[in-house]
């Protein structure tokens, strides 16, 4: 294969993936919720966010971390990054880009505001 030809599959294969990365950027949710199965106040706010459609205004994922190894790795990273401390780290947790907010009342809070 020629040179000439080579270069411009590489050329045309990166293009194909920044324009994948942008479009997986701007689909994936930056904001993610931490919760565990056994977690009471962690129900609370799943409640909150089914009782009122939350989903409608805030795009994010749910992440449950006592049963996924890779989950609590994330939870604790981002745990780290908000400056929570690891005796003060906790479920339910929510990451919105920027800030933690840690427990339901905060959480649902948070959500408050943004359904307004």
Do not use: W
Not at 59 to 66: A, D, H, K, Q
Not at 82 to 98: A, M, N, Q, S, T
Request: with cysteine; proline share 3%.
């Amino acid at each position: 294969m020629k040179q000439s030809v080579k270069i411009t599959l590489v050329i045309i294969g990166l293009f194909v993936l920044i324009g994948l990365g942008a479009l997986l950027a701007k689909t994936q949710p930056k904001k993610v919720l931490y919760t565990s199965i056994s977690c009471p106040h962690c129900k609370n706010v799943e409640e909150f966010v089914n009782d009122n459609q939350i989903n409608d205004y805030v795009n994010f994922i749910e992440l449950e971390v006592s049963q996924n190894q890779q989950n609590s790795q994330m939870f604790n990273a981002t745990a780290e990054r908000c400056g929570i401390e690891p005796d003060k780290r906790g479920v339910p947790l929510f990451y919105d880009g920027e800030k933690c907010y840690l427990g339901d009342q905060d959480i649902i809070s948070y959500f408050q505001d943004k359904k307004i």
